[in-house]
């Protein structure tokens, strides 16, 4: 975890193997983020799920390489970054195909989700706003 | 609450209850495919899906269901689903999938109201 240039920004950036018994990391580090961040319970717990879904609509399970995240918060949102780097000789290609039911549950979870190709590779993104304290 | 994926079936009832607790992901939700696949497979073409102790669950897991659904109504029967947990329903709102599964707050609610 980083402090980076910008003033209150802080970075964590992790990556993992296309595996699906490891995208579990990606939402307990998106848990932990949010935590420090000072989401509340409920806001923790879409984050987890919108980055699974992120994963999901970026790679299938057989796909062959690494999935890249960077998530960063300032005081009042997260981004998540996810991209897929495939492995030297792999000839496949990230999936590409976002799920529908992927697509409605980050539709109503976060504030905002895309995709784009960056450097050559796919790659999905999502930000969440805190929601504002009710006390 | 435990985390750890299990499944659990109990086919004393009469319809067949498949009972599954925590997290539902894209890598646990193969052996709840598989198991929905069985029993519709050896016939049983009504079943109880029982998610009270489910803590997560994914698209890979409502694609599942859905699957396991289309199956058991093209052999003429239904699959039902038990959730009380607020987390768990929110993922079957905001897919518009509480339109499409029987959903019951108690096993035995579903399994009486799927004979």
Same mark, same amino acid.
């Given at each position: 975890?980083?402090?980076?240039?910008?003033?209150?920004?802080?970075?964590?950036?992790?990556?993992?193997?296309?595996?699906?018994?490891?995208?579990?990391?990606?939402?307990?580090?998106?848990?932990?983020?949010?935590?420090?961040?000072?989401?509340?319970?409920?806001?923790?717990?879409?984050?987890?799920?919108?980055?699974?879904?992120?994963?999901?609509?970026?790679?299938?399970?057989?796909?062959?390489?690494?999935?890249?995240?960077?998530?960063?918060?300032?005081?009042?949102?997260?981004?998540?970054?996810?991209?897929?780097?495939?492995?030297?000789?792999?000839?496949?290609?990230?999936?590409?195909?976002?799920?529908?039911?992927?697509?409605?549950?980050?539709?109503?979870?976060?504030?905002?989700?895309?995709?784009?190709?960056?450097?050559?590779?796919?790659?999905?993104?999502?930000?969440?706003?805190?929601?504002?304290?009710?006390? | 609450?435990?985390?750890?994926?299990?499944?659990?079936?109990?086919?004393?009832?009469?319809?067949?209850?498949?009972?599954? =607790?925590?997290?539902?992901? &894209?890598?646990?939700?193969?052996?709840? @495919?598989? +198991?929905?696949?069985?029993?519709?497979? #050896?016939?049983?073409?009504?079943?109880?899906?029982?998610?009270?102790?489910?803590?997560?669950?994914? =698209?890979?897991?409502?694609? &599942?269901?859905?699957?396991?659904?289309? @199956?058991? +109504?093209?052999?003429?029967?239904?699959? #039902?689903?038990?959730?009380?947990?607020?987390?768990?329903?929110?993922?079957?709102?905001?897919?518009?999938?509480?339109?499409?599964?029987?959903?019951?707050?108690?096993?035995?609610?579903?399994?009486?109201?799927?004979?």
């Amino acid at each position: 975890m980083s402090t980076d240039g910008q003033a209150g920004v802080v970075a964590v950036d992790l990556a993992i193997p296309v595996k699906a018994d490891l995208v579990v990391l990606a939402r307990l580090t998106a848990a932990t983020v949010a935590a420090r961040a000072g989401f509340g319970v409920e806001d923790i717990e879409d984050l987890r799920l919108a980055v699974e879904e992120l994963c999901l609509s970026l790679v299938r399970t057989d796909d062959d390489g690494r999935l890249n995240f960077a998530f960063e918060y300032v005081p009042d949102a997260i981004t998540v970054k996810c991209c897929f780097e495939p492995q030297p000789g792999w000839d496949g290609a990230a999936s590409g195909v976002v799920d529908d039911l992927s697509l409605r549950i980050l539709d109503a979870l976060v504030d905002e989700h895309g995709r784009e190709q960056r450097d050559g590779k796919l790659c999905a993104w999502l930000r969440k706003r805190r929601a504002p304290s009710t006390v | 609450m435990d985390q750890t994926f299990h499944i659990t079936e109990d086919t004393s009832r009469p319809v067949p209850v498949v009972s599954a =607790s925590g997290e539902i992901d &894209v890598a646990t939700a193969p052996p709840l @495919r598989d +198991r929905l696949q069985a029993l519709t497979a #050896s016939g049983r073409s009504t079943v109880v899906v029982d998610l009270l102790g489910v803590t997560f669950l994914d =698209s890979t897991a409502l694609g &599942v269901l859905v699957g396991a659904l289309k @199956r058991c +109504r093209e052999s003429g029967g239904d699959l #039902s689903l038990v959730i009380t947990e607020p987390r768990i329903l929110k993922v079957f709102e905001i897919t518009g999938l509480t339109d499409v599964f029987p959903i019951h707050a108690t096993v035995d609610e579903a399994v009486g109201s799927a004979e």
